[in-house]
């Protein structure tokens, strides 16, 4: 069965940092480019960051360039996202997805995780 797990979620003060962690299994997930999204209450779900399948290629949001890093361990089956500087903007539910284009196009999401930036 395809899961895709976030974890690493919780409180943080302004100026703070966190690591979110994407655990995959159920599919091979070195041949899928990974993303995290971001949902804020009463907004719409937008891209903070994407990683291609072997790790070369990453994309940020202008929102988190320069603050947060993803990055992914095959070996692991595990996405990470490290998240410096946080501001109270940060706060929302993060989610986990992979996806694939060829042959075909495949999407999985993850549940999601809480982030709240508040002091």
């Known amino acids: 069965q395809v899961q895709l797990v976030e974890s690493g979620g919780g409180l943080v003060q302004p100026g703070g940092s966190l690591r979110l962690s994407c655990a995959a299994s159920g599919f091979r997930f070195s041949t899928y480019g990974m993303r995290w999204y971001r949902q804020a209450p009463g907004k719409e779900r937008e891209l903070v960051a994407g990683i291609g399948n072997t790790g070369s290629i990453t994309n940020y949001a202008d929102s988190v360039k320069g603050r947060f890093t993803i990055s992914r361990d095959n070996a692991k089956n595990t996405m990470y996202l490290q998240m410096n500087s946080l501001k109270p903007e940060g706060t929302a539910v993060y989610y986990c997805?992979?996806?694939?284009?060829?042959?075909?196009?495949?999407?999985?999401w993850g549940q999601g995780t809480q982030v709240i930036v508040s002091s």
């Open positions: 997805k992979a996806q694939r284009i060829v042959p075909r196009v495949v999407e999985y």
